[in-house]
């Protein structure tokens, strides 16, 4: 079994129950949320040994995070609980009147958090040594470099190591919020050093410039692989020697989008490491992010394994047909048409 390592930060998340205004609310839900550790939740269930590698505060809300990855498969022996600084903190902020059209929002409290402190300290602690040891991926993302300088050099160890046959990938996760006053272009450094990018081209224009295809690549000219994620529409391989794979996305009922990106990164990956073909690999993708659409928080459950190896053998003609409602795919007939 394919082994994976997902470094980042997770933190609590706190939601306003039944979808009242913050300054109102007498409850607030509590989970979880982090981008490195969905894609960590979503390799697990699709088969792999994941694990997360991470800094938490040694308080409550550290311990559910631990909790709850532990309860979804993930390993956590890499993760260190710091003594004395606190986990990460975010409120999701629902959308309200007069414009509920324009989404929920988000509040963060992560400045000083125990994940900002993570550094080449980090990799040296024994268990997460022997992690990277025998990892087949390592998966990163932009949101680590924007935490502070320790991150931002944790990340260019581990980018610039030889690779000793693993892979290294790399979500560009934009986020305003955290690059606001910082220079992006360290984005587009250290996307270079990775594997595989993978970007939503809603994203490509804040944190490079651009959603032209072969602007990227110029950009990016070194991975073997950038995936734009291009939201509802396809997701699209472009490989360095200059050919692409295109797959469409799939109709779905979408019920919330949260988490559908890392749900995408988790199908696509898995099938990387399992030795899919790229258009496979992006299929796995999809699947995997309707599976989120459709539900409401950051996961939604995969289909049993003869009916999701149904769907990722489908004809193109059945694939464009296929609609996804919750907990539901309904794939069209193979036609019998010569």
Known sequence: MPTAVCIGETMAMLTPVNGVPLHRAEELHCSIGGAESNVAMGLAAM??????VGRVGR?????????DLRGHGVGVTGVEVDPALPTGLYIKVPAQEPDPDAGSSVLYYRQGSAASAMGPATLAAPAVAELIGKAGLIHLSGITAALSEDCRTLLEILLKAPRSGRLITFDVNWRHALWEGQDPSILQRLANLADIVLVGKDEAE????TTDEAELRALMPDPAVVVIKNEAISA???HRDGTRDEVPALSVDVVEPVGAGDSFAAGYLSGVLFGLDQKASLRRGHVAAACTLTVHGDRGPLPETAELTGILACSDEQWTGIRV???RFDVPEKSTTP
């Open 206 to 209: 804040h944190a490079f410039g």
């Open 236 to 238: 699209i391989a472009l």
């Open 59 to 67: 308080d409550g809300f550290g311990s559910r995070i631990i909790d």
């Open 325 to 327: 409602s919750t907990g």
């Open 47 to 52: 088969g792999l040994d994941a694990h997360w």
